[in-house]
């Protein structure tokens, strides 16, 4: 399995810019979500999904869409980007089914994002 | 929201000594997990540990959910112990969200 995998690694864009993030798991987990990682801080919520067709906000979704139109992906809309969205993004994805082990949430890399 | 608190923010220890990181929350929790960030940025599952204790090798974990607190403990510590440690918390009410601490900045020097 190749597990929880998102692309671009690296991006630089520009202010006011759109641009989507992808991830995807081969693992079948019905939870998929977005977080954002700002330095001395721990991860913020952006947006999470319990299952193909239903997305939710988190605590941080205000400049950011999503969509889960299949288990697997799960992508990250920056709809026009600020400054204020420099960050690096995990995606990540769990399953409550099951023992108590699957509800552990697994990570992707992460994508480094630099808006000028 | 619930509230995570994490101590100590950061930590250095000698390469072989042990270590008990603290994590606190504000409300009941059915969902306490701990991350490993090692500092190449990749987030590992350590524990899925909402009350009780359990271990793995030098780690181990204990949560007491009626204080509303879970220990992590680092034993025998070496150099790839380094990195940020993370408690996550989701509460009863909120449906799968989990809540991040600012974590815990451990370097073990050899």
């Known amino acids: 399995n190749a597990g929880v995998t998102q692309t671009p690694k690296f991006q630089v864009l520009k202010t006011g810019q759109s641009m989507t993030l992808q991830c995807a798991q081969d693992?079948?987990?019905?939870?998929m979500s977005w977080y954002r990682q700002d330095p001395g801080m721990g991860l913020r919520l952006i947006h999470y999904?319990?299952?193909?067709?239903?997305?939710d906000q988190g605590e941080v979704p205000n400049g950011y869409n999503v969509s889960r139109s299949t288990t697997e992906d799960f992508p990250l809309r920056l709809l026009s980007a600020a400054p204020s969205q420099t960050s690096v993004y995990f995606c990540?994805?769990?399953?409550?089914?099951?023992?108590?082990?699957?509800?552990?949430?697994?990570f992707g890399p992460g994508t480094r994002l630099t808006v000028t | 929201g619930i509230q995570v608190e994490q101590s100590p923010p950061d930590l250095i220890l000698q390469e072989g000594a042990n270590s008990t990181l603290r994590c606190n929350f504000s409300?009941?929790?059915?969902?306490l997990q701990w991350f490993h960030q090692n500092p190449w940025g990749q987030l590992i599952n350590l524990f899925y540990?909402?009350?009780g204790t359990k271990q793995n090798g030098r780690l181990s974990a204990t949560t007491v959910a009626t204080e509303r607190y879970s220990l992590l403990y680092i034993s025998s510590s070496q150099t790839t112990d380094s990195g940020v440690y993370f408690c996550?918390?989701?509460?009863?009410?909120?449906?799968?969200?989990?809540?991040f601490g600012k974590g815990t900045l451990l370097t073990v020097n050899p």
């Open positions: 409300d009941s929790v059915n969902n």
């Open positions: 999904s319990v299952g193909a067709g239903i997305t």
């Open positions: 540990i909402p009350s």
């Open positions: 693992m079948n987990h019905e939870y």
């Open positions: 990540a994805s769990s399953s409550r089914a099951g023992t108590d082990y699957s509800y552990e949430q697994y």
């Open positions: 996550a918390v989701e509460s009863g009410g909120s449906n799968y969200k989990l809540t």
